[in-house]
């Protein structure tokens, strides 16, 4: 823990992480806080775990790892509440919990070469409730703790030499064409979601990080071009509303939050980068046409792709804004498009902070288009008015 986490916490409410004496470098070591006046280590205000090795969990949970401060009589574990599962050890600002691996719910599962064992730690909320309504003062927790161990393995080592043969030379031929539309979990595209993972929730304005690719296809002369992407609120992707994203493979000039287009490194990414292509956008709501409310169903999002070769040539990669591309005989740019819209939909949730409060901290943000109108049609009677004065 960082000089807060420890200096926060009075000297009355310290307690002992690991047995006096021990040095400053074996108590930072385990994640605690050392006081070098009396040479002591104790728990600080957040979230200490230990895994040991006789196969327990050693949890230390402070009442200020959130705020609000948490309801420390409520910290439970969250698939058992036996006896042995409740804290070992409460204070008014620490609970201890100390349990076995194989008790309280514990999960196991082999992953190569290791051993993980994973439990969770919840806290109930003091909910009020009258006629009308309920609310609640307290934070929301929900801890995962894991421990890993390496598989010790006594047999003996085997070298290995693999012989392999000369990749066969490339054939051309018709066939079909697979598309894949997915939605990274980060700016990196290391992890994806998964059909599980549907549907998705995000805040307004959230980054969505989406990835169209060519599957099954090792030809590098190919290249992936996105003609249009657009969202609906439908699994249709001819349904209304629809909000563009990519026109004619740029992005959509009339959006305030522009799409903005992400290349694919070569060194790094996969290995025919020519067969990806890569946009974010900025999570939004529809709003319905009449009402002028947002609509709160979920969102799904559509492209529409081409195939071009050879790839990486000037007539194969948008320039925005579009220019007009020069004839080329060597060129071939398939007329069919093929379409392909994302595994699940968006789960829209509105921002937590007020509008009007981001409109006092903003102001120069986008005044009402009602309003806008009305000044524009005053002015327009207005000038009128004084054409006809002056004929």
């Not at 930072?28 to 002591?40: D, F, P, Q, T």
């Not at 705020?67 to 409520?74: A, F, I, K, Q, V």
């Not at 620490?94 to 194989?102: R, S």
């Not at 900025?282 to 009402?291: E, K, L, P």
Request: charged letters at 15%; glycine letters at 4%; aromatic letters at 10%.
């Amino acid at each position: 823990p960082n000089a807060d986490l420890c200096d926060s916490v009075p000297r009355w409410d310290r307690l002992p992480c690991a047995p006096s004496p021990i040095s400053q470098r074996d108590c930072e070591k385990v994640g605690c806080c050392y006081n070098l006046e009396a040479n002591s280590c104790y728990y600080g205000n957040t979230v200490t775990s230990h895994c040991t090795q006789d196969g327990h969990f050693s949890i230390a949970v402070s009442r200020k790892v959130t705020s609000p401060p948490l309801l420390l009589n409520s910290v439970r574990l969250a698939f058992r509440n036996d006896h042995e599962c409740t804290p070992v050890m409460a204070t008014r600002t620490f609970a201890i919990f100390w349990f076995p691996f194989n008790s309280c719910g514990t999960t196991r599962q082999i992953i190569g070469d290791w051993v993980v064992y994973e439990n969770e730690l919840v806290a109930a909320r003091d909910v009020r409730t009258w006629s009308h309504g309920s609310i609640t003062r307290d934070s929301i927790f929900r801890l995962r703790v894991s421990c890993s161990y390496l598989i010790s393995s006594n047999a003996s080592q085997v070298n290995v030499q693999i012989f392999t043969l000369p990749p066969p030379l490339p054939e051309i031929q018709a066939g079909p064409l697979t598309l894949e539309l997915k939605i990274a979990k980060d700016k990196r595209y290391e992890s994806y979601y998964t059909a599980s993972d549907y549907p998705v929730v995000k805040l307004l304005r959230d980054p969505i990080y989406v990835e169209v690719s060519i599957r099954h296809r090792t030809d590098p002369h190919l290249g992936l071009f996105l003609q249009h992407c657009w969202a609906t609120p439908s699994t249709n992707p001819q349904h209304q509303p629809q909000w563009p994203m990519l026109v004619k493979g740029c992005p959509y000039a009339g959006d305030n939050y522009q799409t903005q287009l992400i290349p694919v490194q070569k060194a790094l990414d996969p290995p025919f980068p020519s067969h990806y292509q890569r946009f974010s956008i900025f999570t939004f709501s529809f709003v319905d046409s009449v009402t002028k409310k947002a609509l709160r169903g979920p969102v799904y999002l559509h492209c529409s792709a081409s195939v071009c070769q050879p790839a990486g040539t000037p007539s194969c990669m948008i320039t925005c804004p579009v220019a007009r591309r020069r004839r080329n005989s060597n060129i071939h740019f398939h007329n069919h498009t093929a379409s392909i819209s994302s595994k699940g939909p968006m789960i829209l949730l509105q921002a937590t902070k007020d509008s009007s409060e981001k409109l006092h901290k903003n102001p120069s943000s986008p005044v009402d288009s009602q309003a806008l109108w009305m000044a524009g049609l005053s002015g327009t009677l207005i000038i009128g008015a004084l054409l006809v004065s002056y004929l």
